[in-house]
């Protein structure tokens, strides 16, 4: 097991032994080789495989062997549901990035970064427990106070200690600062408890700090961005951070984030292009295009060869199949949704 998330229902189970080696050539097929390639997988009942990490000089990211997507493909594909399998190893084949819950930061930032670490790979962490979370949506929560948030950053931090770790940074902190959804009286706290954790993580000797800013359709222009960045303490940090759990294009991502970058003394950026690979849903209100919206697709797989020298990384921070909340049949926010994740992958171009 590697870590554990109460908070975002991430939670590990065993996979029986015969599925989990078929699927393990399923993986190496998606991993490896064109989507078109129609080699059948053979039956084994052999211990299970994991899945094969990309290579370290596509993607340093760590590809975690026992994701939901991997074990409910494992399950499809024994009970002889190859194509939905299939389809579920585009996800699993991927390094995706693990939410920290509230239980137990310190064993879930450990265990994570102990196995990357083993497979010589880089753990993508999303810190995500700042109090007054998500104003009340469908993601609410978060600590109970600033000391409670530093006790939680803490042990989260501890249990990263020396190994390499990319952790994004608070999603929707900032940007819930800048469009007045979290009241004033919330401010000045939550810059403060920011600009501690940016310092507190970039204490550590192989840990990148991204500072989430949020995407191209929600703060404009990027300018108002500046100052909350600021704040929060970018200039310690490595950068910040676009498109988390969203689904705007790389290339409308590319140009705020560029815009931003550039009243931030040239701060690198990554995108979240987990489910972008259609780009936004098109005339919808606000909620419709954010949450669970249909006809999306899987977007570019995560790698650092961005092409952008303001670009770190493609990576995939929301978990592909996890819903977004109790929007369209959607279970809660962080729940795992086949039925979407199908719909991402079979709609992936990549």
């Known amino acids: 097991m590697y870590g554990r998330n109460a908070g975002r229902a991430h939670r590990v189970r065993s996979t029986r032994a015969a599925a989990g080696a078929a699927i393990g050539s399923l993986l190496l097929l998606a ?6 390639s129609s080699a059948a997988p053979p039956k084994s009942d052999t211990e299970p495989r994991q899945p094969v990490q990309q290579p370290k000089t596509r993607a340093p990211f760590w590809v975690n062997p026992e994701s939901t997507a991997y074990k409910r493909a494992a399950e499809l594909h024994k009970d002889g549901k190859d194509k939905q399998a299939e389809l579920l190893t585009k996800i ?23 196995a990357a670490a083993k497979a010589d790979r880089v ?9 007054h979370r998500d104003c009340g949506q469908y993601s609410q929560g978060g600590a109970s106070d600033g000391n409670a948030y530093r006790q939680w950053l803490d042990q989260a931090a501890q249990g990263i200690g020396n190994r390499s770790a990319t952790v994004i940074l608070e999603p929707d902190a900032l940007p819930h600062i800048e469009d007045g959804c979290t009241p004033e009286q919330f401010h000045e706290e939550r810059f403060a408890l920011l600009k501690d954790a940016v310092t507190k993580l970039k204490a550590l ?5 991204y500072l989430d800013a949020g995407n191209p359709s929600w703060v404009t222009p990027a300018d108002r961005m500046a100052e909350p ?7 310690e940090a490595d950068g910040f951070a676009l498109n988390v759990s969203n689904f705007q294009t790389t290339r409308a991502n590319k140009e705020y984030g560029r815009r931003l970058s550039s009243l931030l003394g040239g701060k690198h950026f990554v995108i979240d292009t ?36 303001l670009v770190d990384a493609y990576l995939w921070i929301k978990r592909p199949g996890e819903s977004d909340g109790t929007c369209k049949g959607g279970p809660d926010a ?4 086949e039925r979407y994740a199908l719909d991402l992958a079979r709609n992936s171009r990549h």
């Open 31 to 36: 991993g490896c080789s064109s989507s078109s």
């Open 92 to 114: 699993a084949a991927q390094p995706v990035a693990e939410w920290i819950g509230v239980d137990d930061p310190q064993g879930q930032t450990r265990g994570y970064t102990e």
């Open 123 to 131: 753990a993508v962490l999303v810190l995500y427990n700042i109090p």
């Open 205 to 209: 000797p192989n840990t990148k700090v």
């Open 229 to 235: 960045l600021r704040r929060a303490g970018i200039e």
């Open 274 to 309: 987990s489910r972008n690979g259609n780009g936004p849903l098109s005339g919808a209100d606000h909620e419709k295009a954010w949450c669970n919206p249909s006809g999306r697709a899987l977007g570019e797989p995560p790698t650092t060869r961005t092409d952008d020298p």
């Open 334 to 337: 962080g729940q795992w949704w």
